[in-house]
């Protein structure tokens, strides 16, 4: 576990806690002591990303489902039910990992945090 900043919180926490929303991600990436370590920005930054990701799919998805409405609406629920079913997944994976001190990388997001927490 790693050792608590001035302010009492650990980078594993802090890490898990820029999960929550891109809210805390930013918050992290401006304050110090957190926006000092790299482990805290690569968390707040593959946040960021994966928050802008799953934006951008459900944005996708609603257009798709509007225009499948007389069609396919069941099939379009599931698969959307199922999409978030994987980012809720993928949330938990990034905050459990985080909170055991541990820098997992999600494949493109994770690189593009690395390159931007290294900065």
């Known amino acids: 576990m790693s050792e608590p900043n001035p302010s009492g919180l650990s980078d594993n926490a802090a890490g898990a806690i820029a999960y929550v929303t891109f809210v805390p991600a930013l918050v992290f990436l401006i304050l110090e002591p957190y926006n000092k370590s790299s482990f805290v920005r690569f ?13 951008v ?25 199922l999409v978030w079913l ?21 494949p493109i997001l994770g690189d593009l945090a690395e390159k931007q927490a290294n900065r």
């Open 57 to 81: 799919i459900s944005f996708i998805l609603s257009i798709v489902l509007a225009f499948t409405l007389i069609f396919g609406v069941f099939i379009m629920l599931a698969i959307t039910r």
């Open 86 to 106: 994987a980012w809720l997944v993928v949330w938990i994976i990034c905050v459990v990992n985080a909170a055991n001190g541990k820098l997992y990388k999600l």
């Open 43 to 55: 968390h707040a930054w593959q946040s960021i990303f994966l928050n802008v990701a799953a934006f």
